[in-house]
Structures are given as structure tokens and as C-alpha cells.
């Protein structure tokens, strides 16, 4: 069996699973000495094993407690969604009116900053619309995928929810948060604090509205898709694995070649906000990049605009009306945050037994990134 439904639809009578692509029929006599080889095919009958999904690493007591814990950071991090969701929604006609007299240049990393052009008027308001509807997809189908992952699963869902984009979604949104304040506090501690453009906006304003949404959605665009989607489309191409374009999107899993294209581009993240930021702000920006390129990876880039979406528009809901709801949720994040970035650190530590298994170049063929779930 790959996978806990093969036997359902092994029951019902299909040829294969759904789910993982088994093949129901009786192996040759030489198919499990092939496959306990790990060789993907029989030497003598011809047949493809399938990839079954990874089982889960055993966590510590440690990592259990740390975890269990961790779980909590998820209804804090969606209420702050639906509201930082419900200002983007309702700030809709305002920057609509707004954009018709302004402009704003669109900016590519190659790998410095470079504006490939200028949208204003008509063009500026279609791209807001554009941006807006990015993100009302990316939580659809983040809902999905959690949806997908815990209709399927018999357990309570406290011990299932780790496994769903939203967990990883609010994990790393919570590790992020806290990297960013400590680095915050130590270019403090340097004398070098992190200093805001002169011209960003902030608060429930439609220059804000439109800036912040077109940073989660366009700077996923130019570096995760960009440096890491699509250098392994090409790979994907070249080992020729079919459907290599949906690399394009993130959620392919992890290789080294993966891993490597995460630290460039986290790289090239990092030094492009030196020019507004200066240097200080390089550091975190490098530290978020390789958080958002893990999940981009992992998850997908609709994973990757949301943490970056709920990190942006912290800026905007924070000045409001609900300055003091959004305090106290964003004290919760930080505790729980802290425990979700000491999860990542012992992930980390165990870095180099899982590099030693990975492949080289693409990953084993696995679940739709529309059904897929962190095993790692």
C-alpha cells in the first residue's frame, strides 16, 4: 500500500489509487526484492513503484510539547487574515478611485532593482484588481488544501492541523514575525536601527492598500517564482518529469537543487531593499526570503504571498480602529511565534541526515500541490 486510501479504492474495485497512483495488481516474484533496492522500476516485469508519501518523522517529547503548543498560533493567525482580507476587500472602490490619477512603476530583480515599466490610470487600476484577486485565490485555495487534508483524516484535528498549508502558513508567518524583531533589536543594539523609506505608506490609506498587496503578490512573483520556480521547470524539463510547469508554482517538494536556489534567491530578496532600507534591513529581509522560499517550495506560492500578505498589511490594520485587538493578537504571535521559530531551529539541526536523502535534482513524483501536506 502508498497511501492510507489505496485500500479503499483497492475495495472498490479501480485500478489505481487517486491519491498516490498505485497500480492495483499482483506484483512478479521480483518486484519487492526491486523495491526494497529503492529502484522505481522492476527489472523483470517492467512496473513503476510509485512514491509513497513520506511518513511522518517521529518528534521528540520535546517537539511534541513544543508542537502541540505551536497549534494554537493557527486561529490567532486566520482571524488576523479575514481581518487584514476584510481591508483589502473593503478598501476595493477607494484605491480603484485613487489609482485612476496615479502611477507606479513596475520593478524586476535582475538581480538589482530595475523598473521594466510604468502603469498609471487605467492600467494601475487593473492591476489592483489583479493583485486583490491573487490573493482572494491564494487563501482559496490554502482553504482547500486544509480542507482536503483534514476531511481525510480520522484523527482529532488539534494533532492533524500541523499537517495543512494553514499551520505552515501560520508557522512561518509566527517564525518570520519574531526573526524580524530580533534582528530588529540587534541592529538597534548596533546603532544601525532599521529605518522606513521617507515615502511608504501605512494605515488604512489606498496608497498603502495598493503597495502592500503589490509586494505579497509581485515580489513572490520576482523572486520565488522567478529564481526558484522557474530555474526547476527547466530542470524538470531537462530530467524530463511531465507537468514540469507546475514547478512554476511552488509545492514540487524539496532537492538540493531546491535548496540552493532558496538561498539565492533569498539573497537577491535580502539586498533588494538595501536602496530604501539600508543594510540592516538586508539581514531580515534574507532570513524572511529563506522562510518564504522553504514554503514556496513546500506548500506553493499561494503559501508564499499569504505569509507575505499578513506580514505587509500588519501596516495598515495596526493604525486603525483595531489598534488594540490587533496588540494583543500580535503579543500571542510573538510568544507563540518564538516557539514556532525554535520548531524551525531543530528542523534545522537535522538538516544534514535529510540533504543526505534528498535527490539531487527534481523530487519523486508525490501528491498534487492542490492535495499535498508537510511530511518533513
Same mark, same amino acid.
Not at 484577486?133 to 480520522?154: C, D, E, F, H
Not at 533588494?272 to 539581514?283: E, N, R
Not at 505569509?307 to 500588519?314: E, N, P, Q, R
Given at each position: 500500500?502508498?497511501?492510507?486510501? +489505496? ?6 474495485? =479501480? ?7 498505485? =497500480?492495483?495488481?499482483?506484483? +512478479? ?16 516485469? *517492467? ?48 484605491? %480603484? ?49 486544509? %480542507? ?15 499537517? @495543512? ?52 503578490? %509581485?515580489?513572490?512573483?520576482? @523572486? ?14 531537462? +530530467? ?7 514547478? &512554476? ?45 522553504? &514554503? ?25 480602529? &483595531? ?12 510568544? &507563540? *511565534?518564538?516557539? +514556532? ?15 543526505? =536523502? ?19
Amino acid at each position: 500500500m502508498s497511501c492510507d486510501r +489505496c485500500d479503499e479504492f483497492r475495495d472498490r474495485g =479501480e485500478n489505481f489509487c487517486p491519491f498516490c497512483g498505485e =497500480e492495483f495488481r499482483e506484483d +512478479c516474484p521480483s518486484c519487492e526484492e526491486y523495491k526494497s533496492k529503492g529502484s522505481r522500476f522492476c527489472a523483470v516485469c *517492467g512496473r513503476r513503484f510509485s512514491a509513497a508519501p513520506a511518513p511522518r518523522r517521529k518528534d521528540t517529547d520535546t517537539e511534541s510539547t513544543l508542537r502541540s503548543i505551536s497549534v494554537w498560533i493557527v486561529p490567532i493567525v486566520l482571524l488576523l487574515l479575514i481581518i487584514e482580507t476584510a481591508y483589502l476587500v473593503g478598501g476595493t472602490v477607494s484605491v %480603484w478611485d485613487w489609482a485612476s490619477t496615479r502611477s507606479m512603476d513596475i520593478l524586476v530583480l535582475i538581480p538589482n532593482l530595475v523598473v521594466a515599466t510604468t502603469i498609471s490610470g487605467a492600467g494601475l487600476q487593473i492591476a489592483w484588481i489583479l493583485l486583490e484577486v491573487s490573493i482572494l485565490i491564494s487563501i482559496a485555495v490554502m482553504g482547500y488544501q486544509t %480542507w482536503k487534508v483534514l476531511s481525510s483524516r480520522p484523527e482529532p484535528m488539534k494533532s492533524t492541523i500541523v499537517e @495543512t498549508p494553514l499551520y505552515s502558513v501560520s508557522m512561518i508567518f509566527g517564525a518570520s514575525f519574531v526573526m524580524s524583531l530580533i534582528t530588529a533589536m540587534i541592529s538597534m543594539m548596533l546603532g544601525s536601527g532599521i529605518t522606513p523609506p521617507g515615502d511608504m505608506a501605512s494605515g488604512n490609506t489606498p496608497q498603502a492598500l495598493l503597495e502592500f498587496a503589490d509586494a505579497a503578490v %509581485w515580489e513572490e512573483v520576482i @523572486t520565488r517564482m522567478a529564481y526558484i520556480g522557474l530555474p526547476m521547470m527547466v530542470v524538470g524539463y531537462v +530530467c524530463k518529469r511531465k507537468g514540469s510547469w507546475k514547478f &512554476l508554482f511552488g509545492g514540487f517538494g524539496m532537492s538540493r537543487v531546491a535548496m540552493v536556489l532558496i538561498v539565492i534567491s533569498a539573497l537577491v530578496f535580502g539586498f533588494a531593499h538595501m536602496p530604501g532600507w539600508g543594510f540592516s534591513k538586508v539581514i531580515s529581509s534574507t532570513v524572511a526570503g529563506l522562510l518564504f522560499g522553504y &514554503l514556496y517550495v513546500k506548500v506553493g506560492v499561494h503559501a508564499s504571498i499569504l505569509v507575505h500578505f499578513l506580514t505587509d498589511y500588519l501596516a495598515v490594520v495596526v493604525l486603525t480602529g &483595531l489598534m488594540g485587538i490587533i496588540s494583543i493578537m500580535t503579543l500571542a504571535i510573538m510568544a &507563540l *511565534g518564538a516557539i +514556532c521559530l525554535v520548531l524551525l531551529v531543530m528542523k534545522l539541526i537535522k538538516a544534514p541526515a535529510r540533504i543526505r =536523502e534528498m535527490p539531487n535534482w527534481v523530487p519523486p513524483v508525490q501528491e498534487s500541490m492542490f492535495s499535498r501536506r508537510d511530511r518533513d
